[in-house]
């Protein structure tokens, strides 16, 4: 089955004169990065870490399918170049989930580069959601208008989920300078 699995754990140097450099360190985003004082701890972080990003890998893959339902549905009634919009938007997603699985086990960097691609399929499916809202919203369809905007919500959640996360992990070291 295709999961992520990061693994990247920066030991300790004990030699070096930043303190935040004698602790375990595991780096997820650009301006993210969370220190542990044991490896036992780190690689808790980084399992439940794994968990949180499949769960929210299969959240997307769920809405991304019911938004190819929807645009599937709604095709007949866009023009080319709102489809040539929708098609660029479907091959960002299509790429993006490839890429999450592909790159956080080959590359060194993968822990940042999973979180980046995350952020990038939440954006391509809220970019697919709203040009189906607007669609849905000119032809006067409120019903299915209603049901996008249940995914645009869900999408709005998991982001918010994303960004945050890790913040209130437990044996994180805060304010490590």
Same mark, same amino acid.
């Given at each position: ?9 920066? #030991? ?53 399918? #019911? ?12 023009? @080319? ?62 019903? @299915?208008? #209603?049901?996008? @905007?249940?995914?645009?919500? #869900? ?23």
């Amino acid at each position: 089955m295709k999961r992520i699995k990061i693994e990247r754990i920066t #030991q300790p140097d004990k030699t070096s004169v930043y303190t935040r450099n004698h602790y375990y360190n595991v780096f997820l985003n650009f301006g993210k990065t969370f220190y542990f004082k044991n490896e036992v701890k780190a690689k808790r972080f980084i399992a439940e870490t794994n968990r949180f990003y499949n769960s929210t890998l299969h959240e997307y893959n769920y809405i991304y399918a #019911q938004l190819l339902i929807e645009y599937r549905n709604l095709w007949f009634y866009v023009d @080319d170049r709102f489809t040539n919009v929708m098609q660029l938007n479907i091959t960002n997603v299509e790429r993006s989930f490839n890429m999450v699985i592909n790159k956080c086990k080959y590359y060194e960097n993968g822990n940042p580069l999973t979180f980046q691609y995350l952020i990038n399929i939440n954006n391509s499916l809220r970019d697919i959601a709203l040009s189906l809202r607007n669609v849905n919203f000119e032809k006067d369809y409120y019903h @299915d208008l #209603q049901r996008i @905007d249940i995914f645009i919500n #869900q999408l709005s959640g998991a982001y918010k989920k994303l960004d945050s996360w890790g913040n209130n992990f437990d044996g994180i070291i805060l304010d490590v300078k």
